[in-house]
């Protein structure tokens, strides 16, 4: 579903970003991505959804080029930023709708979703209201209930229970796990290494904008914790 081949990016002042990054990640995986402040996470996922250029290598969503098709690629993407920009002129669910029309998706499928996936999230009584008057939890379960509403085969995920209550963070994760099980795939960067371990099937681990640990989580735990596995590779390195 996703793959990356021998990224690197560069930025103009000659600061490298990432660099000769391979990684693949299948239908059904969820795919975390951890590393410090400043790793490379950000970087590389905006090249994943189209926002950063490539300077080598390439990224494939679904066998295709990001750098060739841009386009056809975005339509297969839903991408959560770390802090989403949103229309806070709008109610919760002009915002779903105004997503929903970017994708085509037909009245009766997004009203499905959308009763669905708001109802899971406890925010179905707030749709009507502005979201200038959500705090940044409604705002982060309102981005991620429009993510899912137009049924991406990829879902990319810049820390993406930050700012969301426990309960609320327990019911991501099990959408995510439905999300996956239907042959889509997630691969997102956080830093709660716990949540990483717990969730996700396949680790990577970036610092200094190259790999420096890489597989399946029980390849990469062994007998350890994910946490130490992580601070362990930061001493190596």
Known sequence: MLELINYTKLYP?????AKDINLKVENGDIFAFIGHNGAGKTTTIKSIVGI?????GDILIDDISIKENPLLCKQKIA????????????TGIQYINLVADFFKVSKEARERLTTKYATELELISDLNNPISTYSHGMRQKL????AFVHSPKLLV???PFVGLDPKASFTIK??????????N????STHVLEVAEKLCNKVAIIKNGEIVISGTMSEIKKDKS??????????NE
Do not use: H, Q, R, W
């Open 226 to 235: 994910l946490e130490n596995v992580f601070l362990e590779s930061d001493k």
């Open 185 to 188: 795939a997630i691969f997102f």
């Open 79 to 90: 991408y959560v930023p770390d802090n989403p920009d949103i229309y806070t002129a709008l």
């Open 52 to 56: 950063n250029d490539i300077t080598s």
């Open 143 to 146: 981005v991620l209930i429009s």
């Open 157 to 159: 995920l810049d820390e």
């Open 174 to 183: 099990n959408i995510m796990k439905e999300f996956v099980s239907n042959g």
């Open 13 to 17: 002042n000659g600061k490298v970003g």
